[in-house]
Each structure stands twice: as structure tokens, then as C-alpha cells.
């Protein structure tokens, strides 16, 4: 069974940072591409970054580009999203998905930027 748990999201301040983890199982990881996807308030899923199965090419959506940083460890089948300089724009719940940000998701981890 294909599983995806993120964690790590939770409140933060304007300017602050998260590191957001996809504990993946069910899944040859390390063969996959893998994508983080977010949903705002009443808005309609957002492709955020993806990177490809070794972590070699990376690849970011303009609004958060030069502030977030996706990065994969393959041996602990764990996918990241190291994000700083956050603004109240980037609260959302945030998604690991496979392959591309139309493939299986998690659950989603709560990110809220707010002072």
C-alpha cells in the first residue's frame, strides 16, 4: 500500500521558516519523481516544486522560488521542503505527491503564516 505522511508544518511568523518532511512507504521511492503541491483557503491546488528520482534537477514555481528548497534523501525514503521567508500567501495545507501533482498524495500538513 502506497503511503505519504508529511509532517512538520505549524504556525508561523512572517519572515520565518519550515522544514516540511513525506515519509514515503508502499513504493520504490527511489525511483520516483516526486512533486509538493499546496492548497490555500478556498483556492485550487498549486504545484509548488518537484524534483527527479536521484535529486538532480529540481524545478520551482515562480512565487516561491529563491525561498524554498526541495531535497530527497533515498535512503530513508524521505522527501523535503526546507521553505524561509514566509508570507502569509504561502499558508496552506502542503502535499507530497508521486510523480507529478496530479499522482497520489498524503494527508497534508498544515503550514499558517500569520503574526
Known amino acids: 500500500e502506497v503511503q505519504l505522511v508529511e509532517s512538520g508544518g505549524g504556525l508561523v511568523q512572517p519572515g520565518g521558516s519550515l522544514r516540511l518532511s513525506c515519509a514515503a512507504s508502499g513504493f520504490v521511492f527511489r525511483f520516483s519523481p516526486m512533486t509538493w503541491v499546496r492548497q490555500a483557503p478556498g483556492k485550487g491546488l498549486e504545484w509548488v516544486s518537484d524534483?527527479?528520482?536521484?535529486?538532480?534537477?529540481?524545478s520551482y514555481a515562480d512565487s516561491v522560488k529563491g525561498r524554498f528548497t526541495i531535497s530527497r534523501d533515498n535512503t530513508k525514503n524521505t522527501l523535503y521542503l526546507q521553505m524561509s521567508s514566509l508570507s502569509p500567501e504561502d499558508t496552506a495545507v502542503y502535499y507530497c505527491?508521486?510523480?507529478?501533482?496530479?499522482?497520489?498524495r498524503g494527508q497534508g500538513t498544515q503550514v499558517t503564516v500569520s503574526s
Open positions: 524534483i527527479s528520482a536521484r535529486g538532480g534537477s529540481t
Open positions: 505527491a508521486i510523480g507529478s501533482r496530479t499522482g497520489p
